[in-house]
């Protein structure tokens, strides 16, 4: 409140201070999974599946996006069983993980 005991909303943004790639959820999955990520800087981001063969079978994300908390899902459902792995490239901030489709 001010000095005349008015309300003031106020309403905060929280920048994350790093890149991250959070686990996946769930994992295993089937067939939508969550993918969070926090960029601290606005960045120009890739993120991309990829098989055991290492080829790259779909790209989620390649654009230019704003400092934050983001999230992106993926859609499995064209693709078998298996494991797989996602990649997301920042800027100089690449990161990897495993994904477990089970159907």
């Not at 929280?14 to 686990?23: A, D, G, N, S, V």
């Not at 908390?69 to 800027?91: K, M, P, R």
Request: glycine share 6%.
């Amino acid at each position: 409140t001010d000095w005349h005991g008015s309300n003031i909303d106020v309403s905060s943004v929280l920048m994350p201070k790093e890149f991250i790639l959070q686990p996946s959820y769930p994992n295993p999955f089937n067939p939508v999974t969550n993918i969070n990520f926090a960029l601290p800087e606005n960045s120009k981001v890739l993120i991309q599946i990829y098989n055991l063969q290492g080829k790259v079978i779909e790209t989620l994300v390649n654009e230019n996006m704003h400092a934050g908390y983001q999230s992106v899902i993926w859609n499995a459902d064209e693709f078998g069983s298996g494991l797989y792995f996602i990649q997301i490239i920042a800027g100089e901030y690449i990161k990897t993980q495993k994904l477990m489709l089970v159907k």
